[in-house]
């Protein structure tokens, strides 16, 4: 019985064969899970769907993989990091600063970006120029951020420094409550900055309070290294080098708006572009029903009337349109002027279609201009936090106001789409009210009925600028 005993042992370890990598895993699955933030630095839906700096890096890394990418949101970074400790997810992509025991379970990948930790003021008041400076005011940040580190180190020279930590608030909604004075003071990462700063334009940085901290994924420690080795060779390759020039390009390198430079150079293009694509943009807009003047404000607005126009993000032509919305439309060439100008009114109608009739212009309009740069979706998120907060969700000034609100957490967190750039379709509507209103002043001899006039614009042309 003992050497049989001996013999069966031998057979089984014979036969045993060697577990699969957690690589190997995630290929026989076909599916990278991934646990994010929904965020601007991020991850968040889009009006063309699921984008953010961090969703588009993941993606390269799932298609270098061979794979379909899996990826979901959590509120806190305690809770993103647990996913991944717990196996639940195989990699955290959610803006992370790299730290040793930052968190039990977790290792980090290669960094691909690196950061400074800003401490952040509004305008409004004073601006700090040492640590000791910050005794006794009110310092937000967020609860298991990196930030908290620093914070405890500048303590032990500065045992007088004191700060809230908010467990569920991100950076951007941090951003907000300085700027509202709310807060004194935050402390935010150079990146989250750069995309925000536009919309909190009165926030400023006071001084830096760490040096440049190396971003990178999570992972779960313990597993084989066969996942970080691949995310070691994705972010070494020229793919992943070509992928970050071209997210740097698209988040974090931001144009000015509507500005004094601008207007000169709206000018220019009214006398050297403008008249090769006029009698368009008027065959258009009879089709539609539209003043054309307004409809050469939004051509504006897309592509500077600017029919060879491509964007980051692979949208084209003149009304920059993606290849979906081409195809939809029936547009052939998107680089063809006249082809991209229907189509575009045609879209543009389309979306209007969606608004409710009961809306009264010229908000209808506003509506629909906003929705084709955010999305319907989007748009109707901001119209019910519109109404929660007691205001008319038909009335594009109180929308207006709210749209952005779609970037705090507090705020998307309870409606069906989630985190928006809700200053964007702000920025996007006024900026075409501007042209618009351009484009009628120095056009008044032009006999077509005006969706807005100067009377009962909510804001004056130069309120409108940026």
């Known amino acids: 019985m003992r050497v049989i005993s001996i013999l069966t042992l031998g057979l089984l370890l014979s036969t045993c064969q ?29 009006p063309e769907g699921r984008t953010g700096p961090e969703y588009e890096l993941v993606s390269g890394f799932a298609d270098f993989l061979g794979v379909e990418l899996d990826i979901y949101s959590m509120d806190s970074i305690g809770a993103i990091l647990e996913e991944v ?11 992370l600063t790299a730290a040793e025991n930052r968190f039990p379970g977790i290792v980090f990948g290669p960094s691909y970006r690196s950061v400074k930790e800003l401490l952040v003021y509004d305008s409004g008041g004073s601006r700090p120029r040492s640590v000791p400076d910050l005794y006794g005011k009110q310092i937000g940040v967020a609860a ?15 045992p007088d420094l004191t700060w809230i930590e ?50 990178a994924w999570a992972l779960q420690a313990g597993r084989d290294a066969s996942l970080l080795e691949a995310a070691n060779r994705f972010l070494d390759s020229g793919v992943s080098e070509h992928l970050l020039a071209r997210i740097d390009q698209r988040y974090f390198q931001r144009r ?19 008249p090769l694509y006029k009698e368009m943009f008027r065959e258009a807009a009879g089709e539609i029903g539209m003043d054309w003047r307004l409809l050469a404000a939004i051509g504006y607005q897309e592509s500077h009337w600017n029919p060879a126009a491509v964007s980051p993000t692979g949208v084209k032509g003149i009304m920059m349109l993606t290849q979906d919305t081409a195809g939809m439309m029936g547009v052939q060439d998107r680089e ?41 979706g989007h748009l109707e998120d901001a119209r019910i936090i519109t109404e929660t907060l007691g205001g008319n969700p038909d009335d594009w000034s109180e929308v207006r106001a709210n749209l952005p609100l779609l970037t705090q957490k507090k705020w998307y967190s309870r409606v069906k789409r989630g985190y928006a750039r809700g200053w964007a379709p702000v920025h996007y509507v006024d900026n075409i009210r501007s042209y618009y209103e351009a484009l009628m002043w120095l056009m008044s001899g ?12 909510e804001t004056p042309a130069e309120d409108n600028a940026g």
């Open 18 to 46: 060697p577990s699969p990598s957690l690589l190997d895993q995630v290929i026989a699955e076909g599916t990278l899970r991934v646990v994010s933030r929904n965020s601007p630095t991020t991850f968040y839906l889009g």
């Open 85 to 95: 400790a717990s196996g639940r997810a195989h990699l955290a992509a959610a803006g």
């Open 144 to 158: 298991g951020s990196s930030h908290i580190d620093t914070l405890l180190e500048l303590r032990l020279e500065n």
């Open 166 to 215: 908010f467990p569920t608030a991100d950076q951007e909604e941090l951003l907000e409550r300085v700027s509202s004075g709310d807060l004194d003071y935050t402390v935010v990462d150079s990146s989250a900055f750069l995309v925000s700063r536009y919309f909190y334009p009165e926030a400023r940085t006071a001084f830096a309070l760490s040096e440049e901290q190396p971003l």
């Open 256 to 274: 000015k708006e509507f500005d004094y430079v601008g207007v000169r150079t709206f000018l220019r293009h009214m006398d050297t572009r403008l």
């Open 336 to 376: 063809n002027a006249r082809e991209s100008i229907f189509g575009g009114a045609r879209y543009l109608m389309r979306v209007k279609d969606k608004v409710p009739e009961r809306i009264p212009e010229p908000d209808r309009t506003w509506f629909t201009l906003a929705a084709y740069n955010i999305g319907f």
């Open 446 to 457: 032009e006999l077509t009925d005006p969706i807005i006039t100067r009377e009962d614009s």
